[in-house]
C-alpha cells in the first residue's frame, strides 16, 4: 500500500527525505531497521484507515489533529509508534471520540 503513496507522499509521512524512497527503490541505498519499522507501521496504519475511510479521507485523517492521540497520529507515529495510533483508529471505528 505504501507504493500507491508514491516518493513525496511517503518521505512526508515516514519523516525522511523526499528522494530516500526513490533510493530505497531502486536499491541505490539500504533502509535503516529503524526506517523499515516506520515503513512497516505506516502500511499497516494505512491499510487499518482503509477499511473505514476512502483514501483520501484516510491521508486527511493522518494529518489532521486526532482528539484521541492530543496530536497529528503522523507525528505520533514516527515518534511513538504504530501502537497509540491504531488504538485511535480503534476508537474511531467504535465511533468513541475522546
Known sequence: MLRELGNNQA?????VSR???SRWRRRHER????????ILDLDYVLARL???????????????????L?????????LRGAEPVIGAIDAE???AYA
Not at 533502509?31 to 519499522?37: G, L, T, V
Not at 483514501?55 to 489533529?65: F, T
Not at 492530543?70 to 514516527?78: E, S, T
Open 70 to 78: 492530543g496530536a497529528r497520529p503522523v507525528d505520533v507515529l514516527r
Open 11 to 15: 518521505a512526508e509521512l515516514i519523516g
Open 93 to 95: 471505528e467504535q465511533g
Open 31 to 38: 533502509i535503516s531497521p529503524e526506517n523499515e519499522r516506520r
Open 50 to 68: 482503509r477499511r473505514i475511510f476512502p483514501e483520501q479521507q484516510a491521508r486527511i485523517w493522518l494529518r489532521s489533529h486526532n482528539a484521541h
Open 19 to 21: 528522494s530516500q524512497p
